[in-house]
């Protein structure tokens, strides 16, 4: 997501070309990035990534991208109107398939959904801020023509509640609509918050989970210990993505989970993805990197596996500090 403000077509296709070099066949995007969402910078991400894909074995890698929803203000985008309804899926699927420079994508993602749901650090549902709404079966209906068509071949959800994934497999259960197969929403040391309730869900549905923001938007690698400012960082660059690690207790979990990496030689990065990767219910974890070194350090961590005691280690911090940065 990075791809198109932070980081140049270079650096991006380097960053491709190493990643697929050690295994890595899934990449994941979306029509809205790069982050920070703008006019001028969207759809950049899917072009950089279409122009690596075309000189690539399409049918070795899996690619993932999103529509994005209704819940944020982008009025760049198909005119600010982004209901999941049938013409904007149409017309988002197009627009993506011709930056990505491909015939299909192996899987397409409600970004967020159509309908009202506490996102991005919000812990609290408030019906008063429910709003006008797409029918969950009238989207399942769109989708299967364009996946009738060859668009794409799976369909998944992002930033979703239990209740809407379970509406989402109901619906497509009575109706013979595409069943979603996966759930693509923040997962990490400190946001715990799939393991009760979606967690449940993922078991009975077989909805896995791609979990997003594994190092928790860099924060538990351990450079923002103390609020130390670093320049060209998200934090530096985009203060308001970083809210939800800005909160009371981040802080002291992170330097918790930090003793934690010390204690088992580990580097806080190293614990961080590996813990994300050790979960029952995590079928891929998503990673991000702004520069080559970064990325090398996160594929490295799929050498680490945790077993017996630091287990009991992280549940120990996890019990003073539960889910601080939700």
């Not at 068509?149 to 259960?173: H, M, Q």
């Not at 013979?176 to 078991?203: C, H, M, T």
């Not at 130390?228 to 800005?246: A, D, H, K, V, W």
């Amino acid at each position: 997501m990075t791809y198109g403000h932070q980081n140049t077509i270079e650096e991006a296709h380097q960053q491709l070309d190493y990643a697929l070099e050690q295994g890595i066949n899934f990449l994941d995007t979306a029509e809205m990035y790069p982050v920070p969402p703008r006019g001028e910078t969207q759809g950049k991400t899917e072009a950089y990534i279409g122009e690596w894909l075309k000189n690539q074995q399409r049918d070795k890698l899996i690619v993932a991208t999103k529509i994005a929803g209704p819940g944020r203000p982008f009025t760049w985008l198909r005119d600010g109107n982004n209901k999941i309804d049938h013409k904007n899926i149409q017309q988002a699927v197009n627009d993506s398939l011709q930056r990505l420079q491909t015939d299909y994508i192996d899987l397409y993602q409600i970004h967020w959904p159509d309908r009202y749901v506490p996102t991005f650090g919000q812990t609290v549902y408030n019906p008063e801020f429910e709003r006008e709404t797409i029918p969950i079966a009238e989207q399942l209906a769109a989708f299967a023509e364009v996946i009738k068509a060859g668009k794409i071949r799976y369909l998944g959800l992002s930033n979703e509640t239990p209740w809407g994934v379970s509406e989402f497999i109901r619906i497509a259960n009575q109706l013979g609509l595409p069943k979603v197969v996966s759930i693509q929403n923040a997962y990490n040391l400190l946001n715990r918050n799939f393991d009760s309730a979606l967690a449940e869900v993922s078991r009975y549905t077989d909805v896995g989970l791609l979990a997003y923001s594994p190092l928790a938007f860099g924060f538990l690698t351990g450079k923002y210990i103390h609020n130390q400012q670093l320049e060209n960082t998200r934090i530096s660059l985009f203060p308001g993505f970083g809210q939800r690690y800005l909160k009371p207790n981040v802080q002291e979990a992170i330097i918790a989970y930090a003793e934690v990496a010390k204690k088992y030689n580990l580097t806080s990065a190293q614990l961080a993805l590996a813990f994300v990767r050790s979960r029952w219910f995590v079928k891929s974890t998503i990673i991000g990197a702004t520069s080559l070194e970064q990325l090398k350090e996160n594929i490295d961590s799929v050498n680490v596996v945790l077993e017996g005691e630091i287990f009991e280690d992280l549940n120990a911090v996890y019990t003073c500090y539960p889910n601080p940065a939700p």
